[in-house]
C-alpha cells in the first residue's frame, strides 16, 4: 500500500524567511505533485515533476523530486503572507489515483 | 474554457438518507476520478470513471456508487449517510490515462447530521 508522508504538518514563519516541506513516499513513482489549498476551497495544482531530478519553480516556491530517495521537497524562499495555506503533495498509483499527504498548514506571519 | 465544475455548492443531509453529488470534467477531458476530504486531512480516493465504467477503487463502502454519463459528467451517489461522511468532496478531472496532472473541481460540502 502506498503511504506519502508530510512533514512538518505545521509551519509557522516569519515573512522573508526560507523554509522546506518534505515529502517521503513509499513506493516507486515516475512523478509527483503538489497542491495548495486556501481554507475552505478546492485543491490548486502547482507542480507536476516528471522524472528522477526534476526542478519546478513559480515565483516563491520551488519543487524538485528525487524518485531513487522517493523524497520530494517544496522550498520556500523569502515568504510573504499571500503563501499561507495547506500544502500537500500527492503520488499516484497504477491507475494514476492519487494518495495524498496529510498536508502542511503553512502560516507566513508579519 | 470551463473548467471542473461541480453541484450543488454545499449541502446538509440527515442521518440514514441518500445523496447525489454531481461533476462535469473539464473540456476535452474523459476521466473522472472522486475524493473525499475530511477536515484537516488529506483527500482520500473514492473510485475512478472512464468509458462509463468504475476502472479502480479505493478503499471505502458499497454505499458509495458512481457513474458516468456519456458527455464524460458523473456522479457520486452515497447511501444510509453517516455522520462520518461529513466531508469535502472533490472531483478531478483528467484524460485516460491519467498521466498528467488532475484538475479539481471547487468541491462538495456535505454535512450529515
Known amino acids: 500500500e502506498l503511504k506519502v508522508e508530510q512533514n512538518p504538518l505545521f509551519l509557522s514563519m516569519q515573512e522573508g524567511k526560507n523554509y522546506t516541506i518534505y515529502c517521503n513516499y513509499s513506493t516507486t513513482s515516475d512523478r509527483l505533485y503538489w497542491y495548495r489549498q486556501d481554507p475552505g476551497k478546492s485543491l490548486e495544482s502547482l507542480f507536476v515533476?516528471?522524472?528522477?531530478?526534476a526542478v519546478k519553480q513559480e515565483g516563491r516556491l520551488m519543487a524538485s523530486l528525487d524518485t531513487k530517495a522517493r523524497l520530494s521537497t517544496l522550498h520556500i524562499t523569502a515568504a510573504v503572507h499571500d503563501l499561507s495555506a495547506t500544502y500537500f503533495c500527492a503520488v499516484p498509483g497504477s491507475a494514476r489515483q492519487l494518495t495524498f499527504g496529510s498536508g502542511t498548514q503553512l502560516t507566513v506571519l508579519p | 474554457d470551463a473548467g471542473v465544475t461541480q453541484s450543488p455548492t454545499h449541502l446538509i443531509k440527515t442521518r440514514g438518507q441518500q445523496v447525489t453529488l454531481r461533476c462535469s470534467p473539464k473540456?476535452?477531458?474523459?476521466?473522472v476520478s472522486w475524493y473525499q476530504q475530511a477536515l484537516g486531512q488529506g483527500p482520500q480516493f473514492i473510485f475512478q470513471y472512464y468509458e462509463e465504467e468504475e476502472r479502480q477503487r479505493g478503499n471505502f463502502p458499497d454505499r458509495f456508487s458512481g457513474h458516468q454519463f456519456p458527455n464524460y459528467s458523473s456522479e457520486l451517489n452515497v447511501n444510509a449517510l453517516l455522520l462520518g461522511d461529513s466531508a469535502l468532496y472533490l472531483c478531478a478531472s483528467s484524460l485516460h490515462p491519467p498521466r498528467g496532472r488532475q484538475y479539481f473541481g471547487p468541491g462538495t460540502r456535505l454535512t450529515v447530521t
Open positions: 473540456s476535452g477531458h474523459d476521466t
Open positions: 515533476l516528471l522524472s528522477n531530478g
